[in-house]
């Protein structure tokens, strides 16, 4: 069942086929509607949160300057209600444990992923987003 609600949802992956491989991935899914934006760095993604908060921000975690963890800690501090989530490719659970701890994300998502999982887990993510 999809949701009337459309959802604003922010991707922040440096690796331009990445970020849109998850754009269409995500604007795709039936469940939910969506108003999907794209940056390609922390700093990008913070001024378009500044210009129109997010329900989700879908952050990369390896990224030049200012990594995924980093940027959703000060997405946590500053649009408290976003609900967060880190994407990665790599298989450490260090690196999931310090972003749970440090920018409190919702969720995990490794790469490469699968499209029906990562609509599933967007989906759960916003049924439980209270909105910016």
């Known amino acids: ?32 509607k969506s108003d999907l934006r794209r940056a390609p760095n922390a700093e990008e993604a913070l001024k378009a949160l500044e210009e129109r908060p997010a329900d989700l921000v879908l952050a990369d975690f390896r990224m030049p300057k200012m990594n995924g963890v980093e940027l959703l800690k000060q997405v946590r501090e500053r649009w408290p209600e976003t609900v967060r989530a880190l994407i990665t490719g790599y298989s450490d659970v260090e690196i999931a444990m ?35």
Do not use: C
């Open 1 to 32: 069942m999809a949701d009337d609600k459309s959802y604003r949802i922010l991707l922040v992956d440096d690796e331009p086929e990445v970020l849109e491989a998850l754009y269409l991935t995500l604007k795709r899914a039936k469940q939910f």
């Open 98 to 132: 310090q972003a749970m701890e440090e920018a409190r994300i919702h969720y995990y998502v490794q790469k490469p992923w699968n499209n029906d999982e990562l609509r599933l887990t967007v989906w759960e993510a916003l049924k439980g987003a209270k909105g910016p």
